[in-house]
């Protein structure tokens, strides 16, 4: 059956984004196993999502009707991105690791999709459920270094934190797909093509 694919874009690199590229290789794969599957893009460069202010946060704790004007207008940037979310079954997320974490571009994205009561909400036990369920992430990651393996492995602070957010809002199939080591000689001539041969698609 075909799939419903988000790509989300977080590299200003632009056609010569690694990660970018690990993306639509994963997306191929996909096309692949799922002849029909519509692919939609989310630049997060080109159309970047601003830092939650104050106006942002106090819309989300407004109920819509008592919404200031300012207020309706920043909430509609979070529900237009969850809206889109929820419609896709597959996210593809190109993550270059900047600094050991991710790009702020995905980080001020992602703030705008954790929204309490609307993406999750922790139970009366506190128990924290997410809603974006029946979903499959693969994340494209694209790095200088190595961090898979080796003394930088402590220092991956991208695939954990994705996976864990991802999973508190109920994406709990997440897959990590790496094209690392790329400014290293000996392991930058095939870094990508190891990514792109690394891509199981389930
Ligand atoms: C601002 C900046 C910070 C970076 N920080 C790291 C880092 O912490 N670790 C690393 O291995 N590579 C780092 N790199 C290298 C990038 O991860 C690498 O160039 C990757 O290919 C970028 O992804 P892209 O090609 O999709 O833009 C950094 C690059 C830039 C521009």
Redesign the pocket.
């Known amino acids: 059956m075909s799939r419903r694919i988000l790509h989300i874009i ?4 632009g056609e ?7 993306g639509n290789a994963i997306i191929e794969k996909i096309k692949l196993k799922y002849p029909g599957s519509t692919v939609k893009e989310r630049n997060l460069v080109t159309i970047p999502f601003p830092h939650l202010d104050d106006v942002q946060i106090g819309s989300w704790f407004t109920p819509a009707e008592h919404r200031s004007a300012g207020q309706v207008a920043a909430a509609k940037i979070s529900e237009e991105a969850i809206a889109e979310m929820k419609e896709a079954d597959i996210y593809v997320i ?1 993550a ?6 991710i ?1 702020s571009t995905l980080k001020a994205y992602l703030d705008h999709i954790a929204r309490p009561g609307i993406t999750f909400r922790y139970d009366e036990n506190g128990k924290p459920e997410g809603f974006l369920k029946n979903k499959k992430a693969y994340i ?8 898979s393996e080796g003394e ?1 492995q402590s ?1 991956d602070f991208v695939s954990p934190y994705l996976k864990f957010l991802l999973g508190f809002l109920g994406i709990t199939d997440v897959s990590i797909i790496r ?2 080591g ?2 290293i000689d000996g392991i930058k001539e095939t870094a990508f093509e190891k990514g792109v041969e690394s891509i199981v698609i389930s």
């Not at 270059?96 to 974490?101: L, Q, V």
């Open positions: 977080s590299s200003p690199q010569a984004s690694v990660s970018l590229k690990l190109g270059p690791f900047y600094n050991f974490a790009p494209a990651t694209a790095s200088s270094g190595v961090y930088f220092f094209a690392e790329l400014r």
